[in-house]
């Protein structure tokens, strides 16, 4: 069987804030330039760089998660989402946080390191002038794919010839470096960066004109990786069309969702129905199910609330199950605070309030438990999660059991009834499709709730 070479690589770090994702918009950029097809990835549980991405991209990025498809729990589905989303010339995977930042106090499992051996891809480390010093004794701490350094922030005094020695010392390839500008700014908030900023696209043009003058792109060219012509074959359920349409949260307040959901959902044969909680006044017609994803309740909470009309839409849709979570959870509840502490009116079906606090709450990877059977999930059925936000809940739910990845913690969580699955954790489909499974039962009567 033939297989072909494709331009593969991560953009990693040592520590987060060293310009991963200024870099890699860049990159994007360039390569789009010279007329490349960019297929694009994050490692981890990002929601806001992969909108980034394909701001710049122009195509879907998604999500490579290493706890949700850790290779002991779900054999090969880290490396076949990889190979089935990779349809470009190039694949591009953004690292989150450091290198080998995984699950906490468990070495580097879960990590970007990780997901760069699973798959198989060679890693350029994005590193500040400062941290020049301690990379080698930073590389040294586990085994790794680190081939080329891109210097950033460098001043327009420094001797790029001795950076050039310092670098292939230590057996890498200086691929490029970037001057230090104030201007290169993306700003940043509590849930990583702020949905993309207007002038995302001139601070991108900036930052790859520099860019490209540095960029060894021969070095470039010796990422690759082999594609078999079965690695990227689509999966195909829906062979006999559409039988459901599911309404899908999706405006300024609701955009957390990953680009693998709304696959896994179109593979059973449900038509996406985006409608937005801020500006339409009721539900889309002929829906089967609701689904409210993450977002930024809180920052529109006046708006949310006084669209009564669409309050009112949902809380009487009583035939029709609704999947929430975290902001869509937050927005289910009879009040809900905004980030300077007003409280507004939501949805109601959550009999609690839900509040701002300092610092996050339950913040991590989880995996969850079902303690009974709902529409979404059955007695004992297991899950991997994770939490992030700052808001909590004077009722969190106690129809399943989560316990942190490395074991630290546990509580209960998640509230269900005939016609609510709701709670902060995020929900992720592929390779958990029996969730889907049982929603599709629910629907079509096969079993109650």
């Not at 918009?25 to 390569?31: C, K, M, R, T, V």
């Not at 913690?409 to 958990?432: M, Q, S």
Request: with cysteine; proline share 3%; net charge negative.
């Amino acid at each position: 069987m033939y297989s072909i070479d494709k331009t593969a690589f991560m953009v990693s770090a040592m520590k987060s804030g060293s310009g991963k994702t200024l870099i890699t918009l860049g990159l994007i950029n360039i390569l789009k330039k010279m007329g490349k097809t960019i297929s694009i990835y994050k490692t981890g549980p990002d929601y806001i760089d992969t909108m980034y991405h394909e701001k710049i991209a122009g195509s879907p990025s998604t999500n490579l998660d290493p706890f949700f498809l850790e290779p002991d729990y779900k054999p090969n589905e880290l490396k076949n989402v990889f190979f089935r989303n990779f349809l470009g010339d190039t694949a591009i995977i953004e690292g989150a946080m450091g290198l080998f930042d995984g699950v906490y106090g468990e070495g580097k499992r879960c990590s970007a390191c990780i997901v760069s051996e699973e798959i198989g891809v060679d890693v350029i480390l994005v590193i500040d002038i400062d941290e020049l010093e301690k990379l080698e004794e930073y590389l040294q701490k586990f085994s790794h794919r680190v081939k080329a350094v891109i210097v950033n922030k460098l001043p327009y005094d420094c001797n790029i010839e001795l950076l050039n020695r310092k670098i292939n010392a230590i057996n890498l390839v200086l691929l490029g470096y970037l001057y230090h500008d104030e201007s290169y700014h993306i700003e940043s908030r509590h849930l990583g960066l702020y949905e993309p900023q207007r002038d995302i696209f001139s601070i991108v043009e900036r930052v790859s004109d520099r860019l490209k003058k540095s960029l060894d792109f021969d070095a470039l060219d010796k990422f690759i990786v082999k594609i078999k012509p079965s690695d990227n074959i689509v999966r195909k359920l829906n062979s006999k069309g559409t039988k459901h349409r599911i309404a899908f949260a999706y405006d300024e307040a609701f955009s957390f969702t990953y680009a693998e959901n709304i696959k896994v959902l179109q593979e059973y044969g449900f038509e996406i129905v985006k409608f937005s909680p801020i500006y339409d006044k009721k539900l889309p017609d002929n829906i089967s199910a609701i689904w409210l994803c993450g977002g930024y309740p809180e920052i529109y909470a006046k708006e949310l609330s006084s669209n009564t009309s669409m309050l009112n839409s949902i809380y009487e849709a009583e035939d029709i199950p609704i999947i929430a979570e975290c902001g869509g959870f937050i927005y289910l509840h009879e009040s809900f605070e905004d980030n300077n502490g007003e409280v507004f009116q939501g949805v109601g079906l959550i009999e609690a309030k839900a509040f701002k606090t300092p610092k996050l709450v339950r913040f991590g990877y989880i995996e969850i438990e079902a303690k009974s059977d709902s529409f979404l999930m059955k007695k004992n059925q297991k899950i991997r999660s994770h939490e992030f936000h700052y808001f909590d809940s004077t009722n969190n739910g106690d129809y399943a059991h989560a316990i942190k990845a490395n074991k630290s913690k546990e509580w209960d969580c998640i509230h269900t009834n005939k016609r609510v699955f709701a709670g902060f954790p995020h929900i992720y489909l592929r390779g958990y499709e029996f969730l889907i499974e049982n929603l599709i039962c629910f629907l079509e009567g096969n079993y109650n709730v």
